[in-house]
């Protein structure tokens, strides 16, 4: 089960916008796009992924878990194919959708969903270790992607990725082998807990409930800070190198350092996570990227570029590793597909809205560090709300 997370978590790349964003050059060219165009497409794309989302994200509930796994594999190697193939703006925008859809949405749904729901007593430590596949892929695959565009061409390098996927249905079904046996386990320890076993007698909601739920929109703004801040950041990060005057290629190798820290974390974040839970955490996840966006407000040296990276990491392993158990934890996992759709939703919504908006405050005139200092605000009133919420959900009394 494992492993099929770090296989889902890995795979999902092919939709991921840093993967995405390798071809954005040779793509604009072959098709005579400028700048707007393709960021207008991608962004367009995107949302509507983010609105199919909150359909097909309760299929995982719905559907066997392999041949959910499947289907989302292999309809994501026809996107990959159908990328290649591309003519035009019109079918780029759906191959782009299609990508975003079954790689960002549906397969990081997929392994983030199984390890809460099959593994849930270690839940944390198997999200995080499952997690490794988006680090694995991150350290992996720009380097081959990149080498593969210099030698193919954008065209058959997505033939090849395509490919590749085509491969992973085998691998699912030898990995996912006894899994009847596995659900109906979880379903008869949902249906028949033992009395007094807090975790098997949770209460199981439904979507629409948790919809009504006043504590899901406090808790909200502080999951969306870190898909919202570190996307609309990275994707206008050349503008910020150019207003720090900082070295593009010093800037590019602090990644690395970024992708050990977000490893470290993650695994920090699994035995944490299991230890105090993951709702108590939830006020405190984007406090160090609020950190690092104030020190980059802050001044023109490296070092602050080097201390942003590092606590974004920070950031980013935590949340990756607490977002998935603590819908475990406030709502259970009998519909946890339908309702992490939602916030998956939202965070898609957010990660194409971010380049969108800071690209127009770009446009007028609006400083690098003058956003940072807004997203400064923006992560300390997202964990108010947080803490404030955890305090309307549990007792003082309770907490301690």
């Known amino acids: ?63 066997s878990l392999p041949r959910y796994a499947c289907s989302v594999s292999l309809g994501l ?3 990959c194919w159908l990328m290649a193939a591309t003519p035009n703006a019109l079918i780029l925008f759906f191959a782009l959708f299609a990508l975003r859809h079954l790689g960002q949405g549906l397969m990081s749904l997929a392994g983030s969903t199984a390890m809460v729901r099959y593994l ?20 992996l695959l720009p380097s081959l992607a990149i080498a593969l565009l210099a030698l193919w061409g954008w065209r058959v390098s997505w033939v090849f990725w395509g490919a590749l996927l085509v491969l992973l249905p085998p691998l699912v079904l030898w990995l996912l082998r006894g899994h009847r046996q596995r659900h109906d386990a979880y379903l008869a320890s949902i249906n028949h807990g033992p009395a007094g076993d807090e975790t ?33 950041f990275m994707f ?9 005057g900082w070295s593009f290629a010093a800037w590019g190798g602090l990644y690395l350092f970024y992708a050990l820290i977000s490893t470290l974390c993650k695994l920090l974040a699994g035995l944490v996570v299991d230890r105090y839970g993951a709702v108590r955490l939830v006020p405190l996840v984007c406090l160090p990227l609020g950190a690092g ?23 980013v392993g935590f949340y990756s590793t607490l977002s998935s158990p603590f819908f475990a ?33 770009i446009d007028h005139g609006t400083s690098m560090d003058s956003m940072a200092l807004g997203g400064v605000l923006y992560t300390l009133a997202a964990s108010a709300l947080a803490a404030w919420a955890f305090y309307l959900r549990t007792p003082p009394s309770a907490s301690n």
């Open 1 to 63: 089960m494992l492993l099929f997370g770090f296989l889902m978590a890995f795979a999902s790349s092919m939709g991921q916008t840093y993967f995405i964003g390798l071809f954005s050059g040779a793509i604009r060219d072959d098709l005579d796009l400028s700048h707007g165009d393709f960021g207008t497409l991608y962004s367009a794309a995107t949302l509507a992924s983010a609105l199919l989302l909150l359909w097909t994200g309760s299929l995982v509930d719905r559907m």
């Open 77 to 79: 190697a026809l996107a």
């Open 120 to 139: 849930e007593h270690q839940k944390g430590k198997a999200n995080a270790l499952g997690g490794m596949g988006y680090s694995f892929s991150e350290a």
């Open 200 to 232: 098997r007698q949770q209460r199981q909601w439904r979507r629409d409930e948790v919809i009504r739920d006043p504590n899901f929109y406090l808790f909200l703004p502080a999951l969306l800070a870190q898909p919202l801040l570190f996307t609309g």
């Open 236 to 244: 206008h990060q050349v503008q910020l190198v150019d207003e720090k």
């Open 293 to 315: 966006l104030l020190g980059l407000s802050t001044g023109d040296s490296f070092l602050l570029a080097i201390l942003f990276m590092g606590l974004m990491g920070v950031s």
């Open 329 to 361: 934890e406030m709502y259970g996992t009998l519909h946890l597909g339908s309702i992490k759709s939602l916030t998956t939703a939202a965070m898609v919504f957010a990660t194409a809205i971010a380049p969108v908006l800071m690209g127009w405050l």
